[in-house]
T-cell receptor, first 110, second 110 residues
Framework: RKEVEQDPGPFNVPEGATVAFNCTYS??????FFWYRQDCRKEPKLLMS???SGNEDGRFTAQLNRASQYISLLIRDSKLSDSATYLC???????????FGTGTRLTIIP | NAGVTQTPKFRILKIGQSMTLQCAQD?????MYWYRQDPGMGLKLIYY???????DKGEVPNGYNVSRSTTEDFPLRLELAAPSQTSVYFC?????????FGPGTRLLVL
């Protein structure tokens, strides 16, 4: 079983729609959780950290379910600029030694 | 701040050749990392360093070596290039909250 599993997509979603991704992780000792965004042929960049209580940043909402070992990302009112690959990332120790999922590719259609 | 810089951007190597991928950061981060990303895959950790003079293996260290003589620089050495090392290589550095990635080096081994 992979340490971090994501649906690779692609998700093709009309502009303005809401889209949600899930990710599961296998190591119950994982302590830190993140969503990174990677544009085509670019480096990954931190989108948001994921906290146990759930957190929101503008149109983006992240949730963590420790009991079921999954993380979700919800994007509301999607924009063309949201087109990217979204990487689910977990770590045993804070920001060190991150384990990456393979990513979910999202394309927003005008 | 330039952030994390990597050179070269792109390189073609013949099987058996050696090369050094350069990485530098100007954010005074203690932690630095090397990842590789194969097409359609997540990033895999090759080596990491928690400070000058200290390095450790990640998930896929075979065929690579690193050194960390200064806080700023973390070069990755390939001694005998193999086709399996064709990939995109990302260097990263981190503070307490975020890993910052360089723009990547695309390596093709023929």
């Amino acid at each position: 079983r992979k340490e971090v599993e994501q649906d690779p997509g692609p998700f093709n979603v009309p502009e303005g729609a809401t889209v949600a991704f899930n990710c599961t992780y296998s190591n119950s000792a994982s302590q830190s959780f993140f969503w990174y965004r990677q544009d085509c042929r670019k480096e990954p960049k931190l989108l948001m950290s994921v906290y146990s209580s759930g957190n929101e940043d503008g149109r983006f909402t992240a949730q963590l379910n420790r009991a079921s070992q999954y993380i979700s990302l919800l994007i509301r009112d999607s924009k063309l600029s949201d087109s990217a690959t979204y990487l689910c990332v977990v770590s045993l120790f804070g920001n060190e030694k991150l384990t990456f999922g393979t990513g979910t590719r999202l394309t927003i259609i005008p | 701040n330039a952030g994390v810089t990597q050179t070269p951007k792109f390189r073609i190597l013949k099987i058996g050749q050696s090369m050094t991928l350069q990485c530098a950061q100007d954010m005074n981060h203690n932690y630095m990392y090397w990842y590789r990303q194969d097409p359609g895959m997540g990033l895999k950790l090759i080596y990491y360093s928690v400070g000058a003079g200290i390095t450790d293996k990640g998930e896929v260290p075979n065929g690579y070596n690193v050194s960390r003589s200064t806080t700023e620089d973390f070069p990755l050495r390939l001694e005998l290039a193999a086709p399996s090392q064709t990939s995109v290589y990302f260097c990263a550095s981190s503070n307490q909250e975020t890993q910052y990635f360089g723009p990547g080096t695309r390596l093709l081994v023929l």
